[in-house]
């Protein structure tokens, strides 16, 4: 399976971004090549969790390559099948409701769509603070496209943030297998 190449978004949940970079790591462990992926938020906006330009080396550096940080740049990946599966690590709220209603406006919704309208799998790991609110006809939306996977996922902290949902960011690298393999890991609610 580490012949296949892997598209990683990383998306502006800034508290989850080191969670992310250590699935990063673990994907190019397993020996499988990288194409970084950034939404314009996470490459540019520096946080109390680090600077955007200290995430965006850290990226670079692992995958040995640049991040896709622009929408343009992002189109040609499901045409020119550069990657087998697309994770999306973290993914957002605000990037599910992107995906769930067509709108294509950052480099990892194009990236998303460019894979899907090619049937490459798409990983979704989510990380969002309205995810039993807000967000959840998104997400249930999203259950039910053809093509999109989810990381096992539940509550983070069901007493002080009763909506909010995170992935279970070390099932990132078998929830990536299943979905090349047109499986969602199971169980899906942990």
């Known amino acids: 399976m580490k012949e296949k190449n892997i598209g990683f978004a990383l998306c502006g949940s800034f508290c989850t971004l080191h969670r992310a970079v250590d699935q990063l790591r673990s994907l190019i462990a397993a020996g499988y090549p990288v194409l970084p992926v950034m ?6 906006t520096d946080t109390r969790f680090g600077r955007a330009s200290d995430w965006v ?3 670079e550096t692992l995958c040995g390559r640049p991040v896709i940080h622009t929408v343009v740049d992002a189109e040609p990946i499901g045409p020119k099948r550069l990657v087998d599966v697309m994770v999306v690590c973290p993914c957002t709220g605000n990037t599910a409701a992107k995906l769930a209603n067509g709108i294509t406006d950052t480099p990892v919704t194009m990236a998303v769509k460019s894979s899907l309208r090619n049937q490459i799998p798409v990983l979704l790991t989510m990380a969002t603070n309205d995810a039993l609110s807000g967000s959840a006809q998104n997400i249930g939306k999203l259950m039910n496209t053809r093509n999109i996977y989810f990381t096992p996922m539940g509550q983070d902290d069901c007493n002080k943030k009763p909506t ?21 890991l199971q169980p899906l609610w942990v």
């Open 57 to 59: 080396k850290t990226v």
């Open 39 to 44: 939404s314009e938020t996470a490459y540019s």
């Open 164 to 184: 909010s949902v995170i992935a279970d960011f070390t099932q990132v690298l078998p929830a990536m297998e299943a979905a090349l393999y047109g499986e969602q």
